[in-house]
């Protein structure tokens, strides 16, 4: 089946940095890209929806200054956390559109 | 109330058991997915169904789009199955996800 392909699976960074998670799609174009995040024993959650070639689409409640999102290309996707705060501290998770939906392998992002 | 409602939150079985976890929904779907994701966290889509049933080895969903629900099947469970089992609606506009709380399994060996 397909992969996404997700990058780091787990990172650890300093309050006030910036960290950057990608996803890519290996074996095929996805022309849409879900991000994701997951509290402990909660659900996902759906932070932006981003079409390639343009703007993401974010859900209420998420800073879409905080937490950039780019699609520049059909295989690429990237969020960037900015100015990272412990309350960051995540499992975060990429969800490519193809036939179906391809879960990249998720970030565990720790702010300390 | 959330659009997509799963049943049981939690589930302990023991080994060999048959499962059964239930997904009701109340928004109109193009396609109903069924995802396991392990304690690491990585996500696996089981299934994706529009209607009728499919079945993968020890694992049987059925969708019933009339009365909006949905089921998960594990038959002959092992602990391996353990996992925390999440069904996903696909909107009608094609690009949007609602999920279930997810249902968490335990098969006790």
């Known amino acids: 089946g397909a992969v996404v392909s997700q990058h780091p699976s787990r990172v650890i960074c300093k309050s006030g940095t910036s960290v950057k998670i990608e996803c890519r799609s290996l074996?095929?174009?996805?022309?849409?890209m879900f991000w994701y995040r997951q509290f402990p024993k909660k659900s996902l959650m759906l932070m932006a929806t981003?079409?390639?070639?343009?703007?993401?689409?974010?859900e209420q409640g998420v800073e879409k200054d905080k937490f950039l999102i780019n699609h520049a290309s059909l295989t690429l996707s990237t969020l960037t956390v900015t100015s990272a705060h412990p309350e960051d501290s995540s499992f975060y998770i990429c969800g490519g559109l193809g036939n179906t939906i391809y879960f990249g392998e998720g970030s565990w992002l720790t702010v300390v | 109330k959330n659009e997509v409602e799963q049943s049981p939150q939690n589930l302990t079985a023991q080994e060999g058991e048959f499962i059964t976890i239930n997904c009701s929904y109340s928004v109109g779907i193009s396609a109903l997915h069924w995802l396991q994701q392990h304690p690491g966290g990585g996500i696996v889509s089981l299934f994706m169904l529009s209607s009728g049933k499919k079945k993968h080895g020890r694992l049987i969903a059925t969708i019933n789009i009339q009365e909006k629900h949905s089921s998960l099947h594990i038959t002959a469970s092992h602990p391996r199955d353990s996992a925390v089992y999440i069904c996903?609606?696909?909107?009608?506009?094609?690009?949007?996800?609602?999920f279930g709380t997810g249902t968490s399994l335990t098969v006790i060996p």
């Open positions: 996903a609606a696909l909107l009608n506009t094609g690009n949007q996800f609602y």
């Open positions: 074996d095929f174009q996805a022309t849409t």
């Open positions: 981003s079409n390639e070639g343009s703007k993401a689409t974010y």
